[in-house]
């Protein structure tokens, strides 16, 4: 498989404008089976087991079975990623299970302003190596420069 | 198939990729084009939210100076990226990543990447140059940025491109690109002023580990195909180092990050009798001095020890997580809470950036603390990022280049118009992700100066792009035309799947260009006869069929790692010397020869023809 989806509770996205999983693969192989109205892993062997649909399916339906060439079956892997932190439920094959928290984003999704509070580009710096935001964001006086000299 | 559409879209700076690098050249170019009233575009094949090498996530940032606490100064990084790399970087290059990287770091910080931090307020340290972060949504922060930056309608995923056009007057200079959308039978026609190459490595180019289903498990992100090299090659512009490649020792079949195990937990790698492989082999590394003596050992070194390990039967070879987790338990003197802050950090190492390692362990019940995990040396990869090396040969930053190393614009390509970033650029490995970053934010300023300083813009010729467009379709003519060929679809005389080109192309490059198959070890011979093999393959990529987009998109794909191949493969014969010994292996040339190879290769596809040069290392920072 690799990724797969759950038959009971994959909606294809119904009345969404977007298929998500689809959308969001980078591997191109998660796709929607128009067939069953459900996705489906068109190319398991160029999924990476990347789990970005697994994260990003509103309906909770996609989970990732390990390659069938080496991966022992019984073992699972489920995760919440919310707003701040994702939680992961690791489901050992011999029973055992273990649970992490981990924080993901310090600011609200959708915050970022990149430019805000930095001064506009000035056209005569074009040429010179400073950065945009620098040197606030170096955390040092100034860029590091070597003459010519120095390394002749 | 229906005939495509073509939509064409004006720019001043084109970005090629939306991972690390794209992404950061579309921040810094937005920038400065906001200035000049420039229109700066990115074409993504998926999404950017996850696309790229960090779309999984990342559990450290591997390049950060740490200036602002005096941790290291950017000549330190170059000292350490040229012994890693055997004495051979360009500085100039290397020097400027590390001069700027830290500023991209703390803009990560502020956005809302959250880090490790220590009781004093630094970041973490994983080793000298990383730092722990909780990097699940390293991807996704970094791409909110940029789309900011760029604002939501220069955006344009799922569209892949397959060409970079010439001006029509002056085929030494970029005027656009071309591709196709992998969602609906339509081609987009780029016209720009300058672009910039800034998609990631190549995977695939060698037959993996993985068999069967787990094709796809390999170390580096599968849907990196090299379309970056591929564009830059047969645009004319000229590569560096292709020959340089990167085989690592990763957790075996489920290629989980070693760095923090041996770096911070400081785990042995030992053999199946017990025996420290570092130590066993530490003799191997005075037969390559000067750069195997001093620490740390060079990868390619480190790579070397394991594989003369496993020769001589040591396997198979374990990372000594239960040795290194129980000494950890012991200084935290089994308190409970900092036992179990301990055994998070191993999981989230896993969980932030190589989930279905995690998923291996609870597989095989692995409790690290109790059990060792198999370690293995993965396929080779063309990367220019990692510990390796390949890309384009860039111009240096006009304060620092000599002037071999300076034409007018820092990344920019010897194609006018054309700018490298990220794993795009050669001669500066060790960049990761924010390496990446800081250098698509380089790229991406010099691009904007270069586009506001042209006069006239380029001309695309239109006839040339009619011909791009039916070269684009050819896959779908192909299956139409065999279809009455054969009872079934996947034996015909008269088509190729691309899974079944990509499979011919793994094999070829496995048992000729030093893959597992043939112990990371060719030759003159093997090479002149793998060449011959891919030549016949390269006819028969005419022969690839499509049903539908995502077979197009495969059958491109194909077309990008066997340019790669046949770059890798020619670059390796020329260079008649084994250099980083762990990589790959000469066997008619199998020692170091400074005297006449301390050098960079460089080739250029130039009339069907390859040319190789060799072009000069220059040594900017003292030893």
């Not at chain 2, 190729?496 to 048992?511: F, T």
Request: charged share 25%.
């Amino acid at each position: 498989m690799p990724a797969f989806a759950h038959p009971e509770r994959c909606d294809g996205c119904r009345g969404r404008a977007q298929v998500v999983c689809r959308e969001i693969c980078p591997a191109d192989v998660m796709q929607l089976d128009s067939a069953r109205g459900q996705a489906v892993n068109i190319e398991p062997d160029l999924c990476w087991e990347c789990y970005a649909c697994v994260k990003a399916c509103p309906a909770n339906a996609l989970e990732v079975r390990g390659y069938s060439d080496g991966i022992a079956l019984g073992a699972s892997l489920k995760l919440h990623r919310g707003e701040a932190a994702i939680a992961w439920e690791v489901n050992f094959r011999g029973g055992t299970q273990k649970r992490f928290r981990f924080p993901i984003r310090t600011t609200a999704w959708g915050s970022i302003r990149p430019f805000a509070g930095l001064p506009p580009a000035d056209l005569n710096e074009l040429r010179q190596p400073g950065l945009c935001g620098e040197p606030r964001y170096l955390g040092v006086a100034a860029l590091s420069r070597l003459s010519r000299e120095q390394f002749r | 198939m229906i005939p495509p559409a073509v939509e064409t879209v004006e720019s001043d700076v084109l970005i090629l990729g939306g991972g690390m690098a794209g992404c950061g050249a579309a921040f810094e170019a937005a920038y400065w084009a906001e200035a000049r009233k420039q229109r700066v575009v990115l074409v993504e094949k998926s999404a950017i939210e996850r696309s790229g090498a960090v779309a999984v996530g990342l559990s450290a940032i591997n390049c950060y100076m740490g200036m602002k606490w005096g941790e290291n100064r950017p000549e330190d990084f170059v000292r350490y990226v040229r012994r890693d790399l055997m004495g051979l970087c360009r500085e100039d290059l290397v020097f400027d990543i590390a001069r700027h990287v830290d500023a991209s770091v703390h803009m990560f910080e502020e956005w809302g990447l959250p880090f490790f931090k220590t009781a004093d307020g630094r970041y973490q340290r994983v080793g000298r140059w990383q730092v722990m972060i909780h990097g699940e949504s390293y991807k996704p922060i970094v791409a909110e940025a940029a789309r900011q930056a760029l604002g939501a309608g220069n955006v344009y995923e799922h569209v892949f491109i397959t060409h970079l056009l010439p001006d029509a007057d002056d085929p030494g200079r970029i005027a656009g690109a071309v591709g196709f959308s992998v969602r609906e039978p339509k081609i987009y026609v780029f016209r720009t002023r300058a672009v910039i190459a800034a998609a990631g490595g190549a995977t695939g180019v060698f037959r993996p580990h993985a068999v069967g289903e787990g094709l796809g498990r390999i170390w580096y992100a599968p849907w990196n195909t090299g379309s970056t090299y591929k564009l830059m090659m047969l645009a004319g512009a000229e590569m560096s180092q292709f020959e340089h490649r990167l085989v690592a020792p990763r957790f075996k079949d489920g290629y989980g990050p070693v760095g923090m195990w041996f770096l911070l937990f400081r785990a042995a790698l030992k053999n199946a009798y017990g025996e420290d492989v570092e130590k066993k082999w530490a003799g191997l590394l005075g037969e390559w001095a000067p750069y195997g003596e001093g620490t740390p050992t060079p990868t390619p070194l480190r790579t070397l020890q394991l594989l003369r390990d496993r020769t001589a039967g040591g396997g198979p070879h374990y990372l000594r997580t239960d040795e290194a987790l129980q000494r950890m338990y012991r200084e935290a003197q089994q308190d409970p809470e900092k036992v179990r802050q301990i055994e998070s950090d191993a999981w989230e190492d896993f969980l932030d950036m190589t989930p279905a390692q995690a998923l291996l362990w609870a597989s095989e019940n692995v409790d690290p603390a109790a059990k060792p995990s198999e370690i293995t040396l993965t396929e080779p990869y063309l990367v220019g990022s990692h510990a390796g090396a390949c890309g384009a040969w860039v111009s240096g930053p006009e304060d620092l280049a000599p002037k071999e190393y300076f034409w007018g614009y820092n990344r920019m390509t010897t194609v006018r118009g054309l700018f490298a970033a990220g794993d795009s650029v050669s001669g500066s490995a060790h960049k990761f992700s924010s390496g990446s970053y800081t250098e698509g934010r380089l790229a991406g300023k010099a691009a904007v100066a270069y586009a506001g300083d042209q006069g006239a813009p380029p001309r695309t010729d239109d006839e040339h792009i009619h011909a791009i467009a039916a070269e684009l379709w050819q896959p779908f003519r192909v299956a139409e035309a065999a279809a009455g060929r054969s009872t079934q679809p996947d034996v015909n005389p008269a088509a190729l799947s691309p899974k079944q080109a990509l499979l011919r192309l793994q094999k070829i490059m496995d048992e000729y260009a030093g893959g597992i198959g043939a112990n990371y070890t060719t030759s003159r011979p093997l090479l002149d006869r793998g060449l011959e093999l891919l030549d016949a393959l390269g006819q028969d990529l005419d022969r690839m069929a499509a049903g539908d987009l995502h077979d197009l998109l495969r059958c491109w794909e194909v077309r990008d790692r066997y340019w790669c191949a046949q770059a890798h493969a020619r670059h390796l014969l020329y260079r008649e010397e084994t250099r980083w010994p762990g990589y790959y292996r000469r066997s008619d040339f199998p020692a170091l020869d400074d005297t006449h190879w301390k050098c960079f290769v460089n080739s250029r596809h130039h009339g069907r023809r390859w040319e190789m040069a060799k072009r000069p290392y220059l040594q900017i920072i003292d030893s």
